[in-house]
């Protein structure tokens, strides 16, 4: 597996806060939620939404998108993101070699074959030697249908750069996109990089700004295309839009977009029958308009409304690939976690998982949703378990493997340790949480005793030690029977 991540994104969210020395009050009021929500949230009884965490980003100075934290790479796969990086900065230096028609194709078809399967990993190695084909064939040949395959390369790294939440680099790709398809106008071209577009806005928590580019591309894909080409550029547009007005923080306006842009892609649907259209790596018919308007229902909190939009849900995802299937059973199941069907949840997250595991690896819906359950459900589950090794996190929402925590994380000169794990790699050390002492603690030695009260919000289990012996063995207390504990403390309840 190419990619890792550490904190399931409500797990991050209470580390984000804790490092800012923000209390859970001075959070909520600052987002303008509720204290009950936030601390649900941080302790796994509530997934993360989007709305909400655009709303508690904007008080940390951080976007929707980073607020879940970012999806890392694995060593393997770092010189790859580098060499990507690196073709997107050299947009305009084409090579000298000779590209041929033939090969552009054939990697191009490759490349959607790998998005259509939500193989990031495989995608993250393709990608860069694409790109750089892609530059100097669109230089060297200079025709619109050049520039419309640069185009979708570049919408192939913004998708990608997307699910990691690499923004910046999600961003430069829109704007790379935008510039391709500008050299020779396509105006299926224009209406894709403008969806994509609003796709950096929808990340970066500006619902309002993306609507407004949604608007302005609709108009000109009905005065620039007809027939078929116009409805599809139409309604990948509105599925774009209903997207960003069910994120709106006011929901009655919300809902009043998402209901225009539900009902325009609908019509747009009808010159489609009963199957989609798959064109440069976009999809647009009756089947995604269902899993689009599924999604939308669900982030204007009407999940029952989601569900029934979901009626009919595997006719709908049948024909349509992994990179549709898998975040529509996410969806699916947090609408059902919503209404109190935990088992129909997490049954759902497993075909999320079986769709596309790469993507369910980094998906914040897919490990909110998959902590949330871990700890509604107080007797473990062989699924649970199962997707617990998938996922790579515990019900705490911390990382399961692929990180270890060291008492000691730098050496005597200062520079960060590392550990070699059995397969070679190197394996990025966890850096533990800080340590309070007791203030019944004396400096000779009598009634020493701390804890991490950091560690117990991040991951709901307090750690408790002798600090006399910090290499001696914890104590793990759940972090509500701690909270008890304490009271007890501050009350007298243990004095002699």
Not at 112 to 121: F, G, P, Q, S, W
Not at 309 to 314: K, M, S, V, W, Y
Request: proline letters at 5%.
């Amino acid at each position: 597996m190419g990619t890792t991540t550490e904190l399931a994104p409500g797990a991050n969210l209470a580390a984000l806060r804790k490092a800012r020395g923000m209390s859970q009050t001075q959070l909520a009021s600052r987002a303008n939620i509720s204290v009950s929500l936030l601390s649900k949230i941080e302790v796994g009884d509530r997934a993360l939404t989007s709305a909400v965490a655009a709303a508690l980003g904007k008080p940390m100075g951080l976007s929707m998108a980073e607020v879940p934290g970012r999806a890392s790479v694995s060593q393997d796969d770092e010189q790859r993101l580098a060499d990507l990086r690196s073709a997107i900065r050299d947009y305009d230096l084409p090579r000298q070699h000779e590209v041929h028609e033939a090969g552009i194709v054939t990697a191009l078809e490759t490349a959607r074959r790998h998005r259509d399967a939500a193989e990031v990993n495989r995608l993250l190695a393709l990608l860069p030697p694409l790109l750089r084909s892609a530059t100097t064939y669109a230089h060297t040949v200079n025709t619109a249908a050049a520039w419309m395959a640069l185009a979708e390369v570049y919408s192939s790294v913004y998708w990608l750069a997307a699910r990691h939440r690499w923004m910046d680099m999600a961003e430069l790709a829109v704007t790379r996109q935008r510039w391709a398809v500008e050299q020779q106008p396509d105006p299926l071209g224009v209406a894709i990089a403008a969806r994509d577009r609003a796709g950096a806005y929808l990340n970066g928590g500006d619902f309002e700004g993306g609507l407004t580019i949604i608007d302005r591309a609709i108009a000109k894909a009905q005065s620039g295309l007809s027939g078929q080409d116009r409805a599809f550029a139409v309604g990948v547009l509105n599925l774009r839009g209903m997207t960003l007005a069910g994120r709106l923080n006011d929901k009655q306006e919300g809902r009043r977009e998402a209901e225009r842009h539900i009902a325009s892609a609908r019509e747009a649907a009808e010159w489609f029958d009963d199957r989609d259209w798959h064109r440069h790596n976009m999809i647009f018919g009756p089947r995604n308009t269902t899993t689009h308007v599924l999604a939308t229902r669900l982030d204007l909190g009407r999940p029952r409304e989601a569900l029934e939009a979901a009626e009919n849900l595997d006719t709908a995802l049948s024909g349509l690939p992994a990179t549709r299937v898998g975040p529509t059973k996410m969806n699916l199941a947090r609408a059902q976690l919503d209404v109190g069907d935990r088992d129909g949840a997490l049954e759902s997250l497993s075909a999320a998982w079986d769709a596309a595991p790469q993507m369910a690896r980094i998906h914040p819906t897919a490990r909110e949703v998959f902590r949330v359950l871990s700890s509604l459900h107080r007797r473990s589950k062989p699924e649970l378990l199962r997707l617990s090794k998938l996922s790579g996190i515990t019900s705490s929402g911390r990382a399961r493997t692929g990180v270890v925590v060291l008492r000691r994380p730098y050496d005597s000169h200062g520079a960060r340790r590392e550990v070699r794990a059995a397969n070679g790699g190197i394996v990025k050390p966890y850096l533990p949480f800080p340590w309070v002492k007791s203030t019944h603690s004396s400096p000779d030695g009598g009634n020493c005793l701390e804890w991490s009260p950091a560690s117990g919000i991040a991951t709901g289990a307090v750690p408790v030690r002798d600090s006399k012996a910090p290499d001696g063995p914890t104590l793990t207390i759940p972090s509500a029977a701690f909270a008890e504990f304490i009271a007890g403390v501050k009350a007298g309840a243990f004095s002699a």
